[in-house]
């Protein structure tokens, strides 16, 4: 499957910003997605995920500022960030896999989130 994150750009800190993670295989649906992200000078952390149950996990440091959601209709996946900080800034990439995998093993390019202060 095919993945294409989009949605990225300069914020302020305190705004909101909503990430897409298009795919093009209509069997998205069953897959498991995920969103990570990568900071200039650190290794690359995951987000939040969402399971093909819609079943949704978030790492801690997001402290309920973000959510992670899909619409199957569109073979998209979100994640909707708000109250961003600083911190936040990052390249993020959407990755997914089917549930029985260990690992992400589809990535989509990654889209840019700057969050001025």
């Known amino acids: 499957v095919q993945l294409q994150a989009s949605g990225g750009g300069l914020v302020q800190a305190g705004d909101s910003l909503r990430l897409s993670c298009t795919a093009s295989?209509?069997?998205?649906?069953?897959?498991?997605v995920g969103w990570f992200r990568q900071a200039p000078g650190k290794e690359r952390e995951s987000v939040a995920s969402?399971?093909?149950?819609?079943?949704?996990y978030y790492t801690d440091s997001i402290e309920g500022r973000f959510t992670i959601s899909r619409d199957n209709r569109k073979n998209a996946v979100y994640l909707q960030m708000t109250s961003l900080k600083p911190e936040d800034t990052g390249v993020y990439y959407c990755?997914?896999?089917?549930?029985?995998?260990?690992?992400?093993?589809?990535w989509g390019q990654g889209t840019l989130v700057t969050v001025s202060s």
């Open positions: 990755a997914a896999k089917r549930p029985s995998a260990v690992q992400y093993n589809f």
């Open positions: 969402i399971t093909w149950r819609r079943n949704t």
């Open positions: 295989d209509r069997t998205f649906s069953s897959y498991n």
